[in-house]
């Protein structure tokens, strides 16, 4: 398999001949922002396409406080300007990382039209028949022990109305191409939980990067990014 290095070349004589250029748009995990990504936004870059991390509400260098985010939408409230700016003709490819799978999974609710394939990595992944509530009983309480070990505090929205607001359908949320990227050595959301989303919420593509913990993009940045080459090729 080619990494990332080694298909810049390939990537850009694509470019040349049909002008194939993706626009990445990436979402970090809880306690994260967007410098979590700074890796694997280097590669993609390297490689030709366009890409943009962004800071949630109370992340990273977002200067809201987290005791003024009352619900997950005021959470997410980022990337939905993001997705509202953009122009009628443009689609990203959304990508998150572990909570940002929430951010995903309501973004493509809210804007399938706009997003070409979403990829969860090592994320959590919602689906119309797999609910906020069903979903927090195998995953959330893992990412609860790393947040304790990183560098801004944040809260888990286990009220009704974010309920509510994750809620997702097939028409809209079913309408987008997914992709989940499982890291084999992962320990706060251990590898178990996310086969078994993948298993009650089959996305259209599967794949585990082995020895991955679960800061894939810093951890294995390479294989996670030839693997997102790949979609490209999808879309």
């Known amino acids: 398999m080619l990494n990332c290095t080694k298909k810049k070349t390939l990537q850009t004589e694509k470019f040349n001949m049909v002008g194939n250029r993706s626009h990445f748009l990436l979402v970090h995990g809880a306690c994260l922002g967007a410098w979590s ?4 936004v280097t590669l993609l870059e390297e490689a030709g396409h366009k890409v943009t991390a962004l800071d949630l509400a109370a992340s990273g260098r ?18 939905f300007s993001f997705m509202d700016a953009l122009s009628p003709e443009e689609k990203v490819i959304l990508v998150g ?31 119309p028949d797999l609910p906020l509530d069903k979903l927090d009983e195998r995953a959330c309480i893992t ?17 009704q109305e974010s ?3 994750l809620r997702v359908t097939k028409e809209k949320y079913g309408s987008v ?47 996670l990014c030839t693997n997102l080459l790949e979609i490209t090729s999808m879309v």
Do not use: C
Not at 62 to 79: A, F, G, M, S, W
Not at 143 to 159: E, G, I, Q, S, Y
């Open 37 to 40: 990504w700074y890796k694997l």
């Open 62 to 79: 977002n200067q809201e406080r987290i005791r003024e985010v009352l619900t997950i939408d005021d959470y997410h409230k980022p990337l």
């Open 97 to 127: 990382h572990s909570m940002g799978g929430y951010a995903v999974s309501s973004a493509m609710e809210r804007y399938p039209e706009k997003i070409d394939f979403a990829v969860f990595v090592s994320a959590h992944m919602l689906g």
């Open 143 to 159: 990412d609860l022990k790393l947040a304790t070990l990183l560098v801004r505090p944040t809260k888990f929205f286990t009220d």
């Open 163 to 165: 309920n509510q607001q």
């Open 177 to 223: 191409r997914r992709a989940y990227f499982i890291g084999g050595s992962d320990v706060a959301m251990p590898a178990d939980v996310q086969r078994w989303m993948v298993e009650n919420n089959p996305p259209d593509m599967a794949k585990e990067i082995k020895e991955a913990d679960h800061m894939v993009m810093i951890s294995k940045a390479q294989e």
